[in-house]
């Protein structure tokens, strides 16, 4: 049996002491039971069935030698910071679900693991409860990973799933998601990319084997897509979807955060709701998706006691992921190629028309518009097109001085 310590007790913290409590036998018979000996918290929680094991002293727990793995579930970069690198020096496993610590300071207190004998695991940092961590560091390691390419924020994918089935605007959906408890009062991090972004940076840096710093990554979030930019996905035989995406080739390493036009032939079109999933693109194994819920109490905390697991199985070793402290330079992702929808007023096309080669033209019916309960009106002036595949760089230079271009999604 061993003796773990839960840091934070709030949404995933309180999950992961469900998990060892009531999954207590199937863990044991995988060959390592976990106790949940302490809870740190400044709180107190008065009835709560586990209230006897809170403590507001971290100092009793790193000075109990039976404690040999912590789960932080404190979220933050600052105080979990500082408790994970006394942990780790301690020669104590840290599990977390810390996107945030792990983007900023994975690198570092891996290293500080590894120096310690212990273990620094994070699998619930990036897509709740689906095993994409560990399918990289272990189970694709005989694969040259060549893209990566994923809906992972579920706040932003139920706001759009909203969008589309429902025909809200962006700013009644997003007011749905926040009274269910998808999204946050400030919600900012997610409509705005950030969080999928540094998830994408995570992964990234665990292909390459290099930091890479999410502040490096372009991103754009959904906060201006539009019901008007759906419809001609829709006519297009597809939606919206906000991706995180990186790529892997002889000239580097490229990543982007955007929404994109995702087609019905794409797996990633089925992914609705909260739901998260990934496409990985390796040389060996070609196409390999993993689908499951990104957020959640239970889901998130199923990953955090995973990885536990895995510390006591491995006590008095590290368990390796090959992520160096050296800085991955990102080449310029407006070298990524791809094609384009874009909206523009009619007046703007034979402008455009001397400038780019139009593949398709399209200008959504009465009938359309009727049957997915849209106003003719917000489209009387205006029209998209769909381009052909070019750079981005060359993509901007091309519709530069183009009166008349309302936005453009890239696809």
Request: charged share 30%; glycine share 8%; proline share 3%.
């Amino acid at each position: 049996m061993t003796e773990v310590a839960v840091f934070g007790y709030g949404t995933v913290g309180s999950g992961v002491v469900e998990v060892i409590e009531k999954n207590a036998e199937p863990i044991a018979s995988r060959g390592e039971g976990l106790h949940v000996k302490y809870i740190l918290d400044l709180r107190d929680f008065p009835g709560d069935p586990y209230a006897d094991r809170v403590t507001h002293d971290a100092d009793v727990i790193y000075g109990d030698p039976e404690i040999k793995v912590i789960c932080e579930t404190m979220g933050g970069a600052t105080f979990a910071y500082d408790y994970t690198k006394r942990a780790l020096s301690a020669g104590i496993s840290v599990c977390t679900s810390n996107k945030e610590l792990v983007e900023l300071h994975g690198a570092e207190l891996y290293r500080l693991a590894k120096e310690n004998n212990c273990s620094y695991l994070f699998e619930a940092s990036v897509g709740g409860g689906i095993p994409l961590i560990r399918t990289i560091t272990q189970a694709l390691t005989a694969e040259r990973i060549e893209r990566i390419c994923g809906i992972l924020n579920g706040t932003t994918n139920y706001i759009l799933d909203r969008m589309e089935k429902a025909g809200l605007d962006f700013a009644t959906a997003l007011k749905e998601a926040q009274e269910l408890g998808y999204a946050e009062k400030d919600p900012t991090a997610d409509i705005d990319a950030h969080d999928p972004c540094r998830k994408i940076a995570i992964l990234t840096s665990l292909v390459s084997g290099k930091k890479t710093d999410y502040s490096d990554i372009p991103m754009e979030g959904i906060r201006d897509i539009s019901l008007n930019d759906l419809a001609y996905a829709w006519m297009l035989g597809g939606t919206v979807k906000l991706i995180a995406m990186s790529e892997f080739d002889k000239d580097g390493c490229r990543a982007i955060v955007s929404p994109r036009v995702i087609k019905r032939d794409n797996p990633l079109f089925a992914v609705n709701s909260v739901f998260n999933a990934v496409l990985i693109h390796s040389d060996m194994l070609d196409d390999s998706m993993y689908y499951g819920r990104g957020a959640g109490k239970l889901a998130t905390a199923s990953a955090v006691v995973g990885d536990a697991i895995e510390c006591a199985r491995n006590a008095g070793r590290t368990i390796e992921c090959g992520w160096s402290e050296e800085k991955l330079v990102l080449a310029d992702a407006s070298g990524m190629k791809q094609s384009y929808l874009l909206r523009l007023k009619k007046s703007a096309l034979p402008k455009l028309e001397e400038r780019i080669a139009i593949e398709e033209k399209l200008e959504p019916t009465e009938e359309f518009l009727r049957e997915h309960g849209l106003d003719p009106k917000d489209f009387a002036d205006e029209m998209a097109v769909v381009s052909g595949e070019m750079s981005e760089k060359e993509w901007k230079e091309k519709i530069a001085g183009v009166d008349g271009v309302i936005r453009y999604i890239r696809m």
